[in-house]
């Protein structure tokens, strides 16, 4: 505790925020890749990537269009559309990366999809659009629970992250999908896209994957009982002692009580329907004695946030006293959180966070607010963490926000942190970056529904756009639109 100074009277960590991306539409992820270019790729989830380069501005053609492929719709809280994409390690050298979005095929089966695509040998800042190469599709048979993340281990093989497919309870088959390890949905998969099958399939199986001798598991299995694991991220390790390097964090949403978060083992089960959080959910599969699950290092009830967001350990460099937090957030009640890990026992404890106040995000350029629905966290090349948020969780609204984490309690030194990026050869235009973020007042991003029970008849989100007096009027009622987790359709509209 005594290495942080900026503390509250309550004993929070107080941090500071910078605005570097808007305007977007429900952006799921934002990348780095890996290349020493310090571009970021942002994903909308209608299907857009877009480049930003090191001096903010966005290029105004596209990284990737593949809307017309992605299922989606504006209905807030719809979990189908682009959800995942994953830089080959070595990109640099081979312009490959990977993607994951929902499809629907003849206008009726939903599925996820996997697919392989590569940089254009043109144009470093486009994908070849006739470069797609699927890997892996899988059938969906509900449209919430898509899972979407998609990362490399420091292993080399490619991790997919799946859902359990959807409604609530894992309802599908005898206990679920996610106990069952001869299907693919809410799991973990480990997969070798580095060479082709002699079975005939586009990846290969590592030989250690921990089910390959399980006649009934699909060999594709790394780790089971997930339910909806969103965002998920692979520690670098203490940039001293390496300490923690290639730890891979999830967020797991949680069904009716508990958000947790994991460390991902080898053939670990996460206990889901059997549990909730440390809870049991499935009276029956909890009580079974077989059932050797690994426990969440931290679970918060639903009083706390409704659907977490995954985050990253920090280990970037302007901010030494973050380093080794996992800070991750909510994406219903909007808290940010970090876990600290207790080095001699290994167990993981919460770190109070929050906003610093008008003066201690005084320094020009830092804010102090942000917007409630978390979608999504990001680390820069130089391990620098941020998150993206919007006002208005639909994915045709365009009040999605990037943010960067300060923490003004203490800055790396003059100097340190400095970059020597690669020169990025730019063809199209540069968008430049206009922030509309209001300098800290204490002033929050409201977001206010009309309700007409039980449906949301229109939404406003206001930052001194509009506002309407109606006796129907609440802030931030929620509670039958729970996106990431149990998926409710509502008619929205903007007012
Ligand atoms: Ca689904
Ligand atoms: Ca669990």
Same mark, same amino acid.
């Given at each position: 505790? %005594?290495?942080?100074?900026?503390? #509250?009277?309550?004993?929070?960590?107080?941090?500071?925020?910078?605005?570097?991306?808007?305007?977007?539409r429900n952006p799921?992820?934002?990348?780095?890749?890996?290349?020493?270019?310090?571009?970021?790729?942002?994903?909308?989830?209608?299907?857009? =990537?877009?480049?930003?380069?090191?001096?903010?501005? @966005?290029?105004?053609?596209?990284?990737?269009?593949?809307?017309?492929?992605?299922?989606?719709?504006?209905?807030?809280?719809?979990?189908? /559309?682009?959800?995942?994409?994953?830089?080959?390690?070595?990109?640099?050298?081979?312009?490959?990366?990977?993607?994951?979005? *929902?499809?629907?095929?003849?206008?009726?089966?939903?599925?996820?999809?996997? %697919?392989?695509?590569?940089? *254009?040998?043109?144009?470093?800042?486009?994908? $070849?659009?006739? %470069?797609?190469?699927?890997?892996?599709?899988?059938?969906?048979?509900?449209?919430?629970?898509?899972?979407?993340?998609?990362?490399?281990?420091? &292993?080399?093989?490619?991790?997919?992250?799946? /859902?359990?497919?959807?409604?609530?309870?894992?309802?599908?088959?005898?206990?679920?999908?996610?106990?069952?390890? *001869?299907?693919?949905?809410?799991k973990?998969?480990?997969?070798?896209? #580095? /060479?082709?099958?002699?079975?005939? @399939?586009?990846?290969?199986?590592?030989?250690?994957?921990?089910?390959?001798?399980?006649?009934?598991?699909?060999?594709?299995?790394?780790?089971?009982?997930? @339910?909806?694991?969103?965002?998920?991220?692979? &520690?670098?390790?203490?940039?001293?002692?390496?300490?923690?390097?290639?730890?891979?964090?999830?967020? $797991?949403?949680?069904q009716?009580r +508990?958000?947790?978060?994991?460390?991902?083992?080898?053939?670990?089960?996460?206990?889901?329907?059997?549990?909730?959080?440390?809870?049991?959910?499935?009276?029956?599969?909890?009580?079974?004695?077989?059932?050797? &699950?690994?426990?969440?290092?931290?679970?918060? *009830?639903?009083?706390v946030?409704?659907?977490?967001?995954?985050?990253?350990?920090?280990?970037?460099?302007?901010?030494?006293?973050?380093?080794g937090?996992?800070?991750?957030?909510?994406?219903?009640?909007?808290?940010?959180?970090?876990?600290?890990?207790?080095?001699?026992?290994?167990?993981? !404890?919460?770190?109070?966070?929050?906003?610093?106040d008008?003066?201690?995000?005084?320094?020009?350029?830092?804010?102090?607010? +942000?917007? !409630?629905?978390?979608?999504?966290?990001?680390? #820069?090349e130089?391990?620098?963490?941020?998150?993206?948020?919007?006002?208005?969780?639909?994915? %045709?609204?365009?009040?999605?926000?990037?943010? !960067?984490?300060?923490?003004?309690?203490?800055?790396?030194?003059?100097?340190?942190c400095?970059?020597?990026?690669?020169?990025?050869?730019?063809?199209?235009?540069?968008?430049?970056?206009?922030?509309?973020?209001?300098?800290?007042?204490?002033?929050?991003?409201?977001?206010?529904?009309?309700?007409s029970?039980?449906? =949301?008849?229109?939404?406003?989100?206001?930052?001194?756009?509009?506002?309407? @007096?109606?006796?129907?009027?609440?802030?931030?009622?929620?509670?039958?639109?729970?996106?990431? !987790?149990?998926?409710?359709f509502h008619?929205?509209?903007?007012?």
């Amino acid at each position: 505790m %005594s290495t942080f100074c900026s503390m #509250d009277p309550g004993g929070c960590l107080q941090l500071c925020l910078t605005e570097v991306a808007n305007n977007l539409r429900n952006p799921v992820l934002m990348l780095h890749s890996a290349d020493h270019t310090h571009r970021m790729f942002i994903a909308e989830q209608v299907g857009f =990537v877009w480049v930003y380069l090191r001096d903010g501005s @966005r290029l105004e053609r596209p990284f990737l269009d593949v809307s017309g492929e992605v299922m989606t719709t504006p209905w807030l809280g719809d979990e189908r /559309g682009f959800l995942g994409m994953a830089f080959h390690p070595q990109y640099r050298h081979n312009g490959r990366f990977f993607i994951y979005y *929902s499809i629907q095929v003849n206008s009726q089966v939903e599925k996820v999809r996997i %697919s392989e695509m590569k940089v *254009s040998a043109y144009d470093m800042n486009v994908a $070849d659009p006739y %470069s797609e190469r699927v890997i892996l599709e899988i059938e969906e048979p509900a449209a919430n629970h898509n899972g979407g993340q998609l990362l490399f281990g420091l &292993d080399g093989y490619l991790y997919i992250f799946t /859902g359990d497919g959807g409604k609530a309870g894992d309802p599908f088959g005898k206990y679920g999908n996610a106990q069952n390890k *001869s299907a693919l949905l809410g799991k973990v998969l480990r997969i070798d896209v #580095d /060479g082709s099958d002699p079975d005939g @399939r586009p990846y290969r199986i590592p030989p250690d994957n921990p089910f390959v001798s399980d006649p009934g598991a699909r060999p594709e299995v790394f780790a089971y009982g997930v @339910r909806n694991m969103w965002r998920c991220s692979v &520690d670098r390790g203490d940039p001293v002692s390496r300490h923690g390097r290639g730890r891979i964090f999830c967020g $797991d949403v949680g069904q009716n009580r +508990y958000e947790e978060v994991d460390i991902i083992e080898k053939g670990g089960n996460y206990g889901w329907r059997a549990k909730e959080g440390f809870e049991c959910y499935d009276l029956k599969l909890c009580q079974n004695s077989s059932l050797n &699950d690994i426990l969440p290092i931290f679970a918060y *009830s639903h009083h706390v946030g409704k659907s977490v967001t995954g985050g990253f350990v920090y280990r970037g460099c302007e901010s030494p006293n973050l380093n080794g937090l996992y800070i991750f957030g909510d994406f219903m009640s909007g808290r940010i959180m970090a876990l600290e890990e207790e080095k001699t026992t290994g167990m993981w !404890k919460e770190r109070p966070v929050c906003m610093g106040d008008t003066k201690t995000c005084s320094f020009p350029g830092l804010i102090n607010h +942000y917007h !409630k629905f978390i979608i999504s966290f990001a680390e #820069d090349e130089a391990g620098e963490l941020y998150f993206l948020a919007t006002a208005y969780p639909s994915s %045709s609204s365009p009040f999605g926000t990037v943010f !960067k984490f300060m923490d003004p309690s203490r800055r790396a030194p003059p100097g340190k942190c400095k970059q020597k990026p690669l020169p990025v050869k730019v063809k199209a235009k540069k968008i430049p970056f206009v922030p509309r973020e209001r300098k800290s007042t204490g002033f929050t991003f409201t977001f206010t529904c009309f309700l007409s029970p039980p449906l =949301v008849r229109s939404c406003s989100a206001f930052n001194g756009l509009h506002t309407r @007096r109606n006796k129907h009027r609440r802030t931030l009622a929620f509670h039958n639109i729970t996106p990431f !987790k149990t998926l409710a359709f509502h008619n929205v509209s903007l007012s």
